[in-house]
């Protein structure tokens, strides 16, 4: 009875030396690609932690800066966020507070640059919206209208391609564009819900050049 025990455990043996042999290369790879890509996802979220902590810290910053009123302190922090967090949401944030307060502190330029930094490397579509309606605020006060409408030619999220619209009427309008700036109108007109109380803004700017709005969609009044 042993000895049949022992044959038995001998061949078991023999058939996991085999298969060891066969697939022993195999499996110790696997498991070491499994080990390493759990260790550098770990890896990975632990930068990500660091770094949005370092990042909101420098955020921070600028905030401080801006109520300062410090420009020179402003474009030092936001520069030290571009260099070295320029991925981050915190980063564009800062981007866009910090073009405001240039604005404001008559550094039109770099407000610009910052808008357009923005506009172009954040990672959301509603960073980019903020960034590109900011500037083309921007743009139309220092009479740069055809810049203004170029920005306000880009695809909007639709949350808000209404704005977008409604700013492109002003633009318009500004340019003495009538016809054009009642389309734009009209177009924003039907871009917002119902809901949404500016709606009733683009009401008035329509019922100004003659454009009577109805609840569904505005009509041109006759003459």
Known sequence: MASHLDLEEQEQLAELKHFWKTYGNLISWVLIV??????????????????????????????KA?????????????ADMKDNFA??????QAGLLAARSLYAQGKTDQAKATL???????????LK??????????????????????????????????????????VLQAKGESTEA????????????AS???RRMVQAKLSALGVQVTTDTPAETAK
């Open 116 to 126: 357009s930094w923005v506009a172009e490397s954040a990672p959301t579509a509603a």
């Open 34 to 63: 499994i080990l390493g890509a759990y260790a550098a996802w770990n890896g990975y979220q632990y930068w990500q932690r660091t770094q949005s902590a370092k990042a909101s810290a420098l955020y921070d910053e600028v905030e």
């Open 66 to 78: 801006v109520a300062a009123n410090d420009a020179t302190r402003v474009e030092r922090s936001l």
């Open 196 to 198: 949404v109380e500016y």
């Open 129 to 170: 919206d903020v960034a590109r309606l900011r500037l083309a605020a921007l743009l139309w006060e220092t009479k740069a209208l055809d810049e203004s409408l170029k920005q306000l030619s880009a695809v909007f999220t639709p949350e808000m391609s209404g704005l977008a619209s409604d700013m492109r009427g002003d």
């Open 182 to 193: 009642i389309a734009a109108y009209q177009q924003a007109w039907k871009q917002m819900p």
């Open 87 to 92: 991925s981050t949401h915190y980063a564009h």
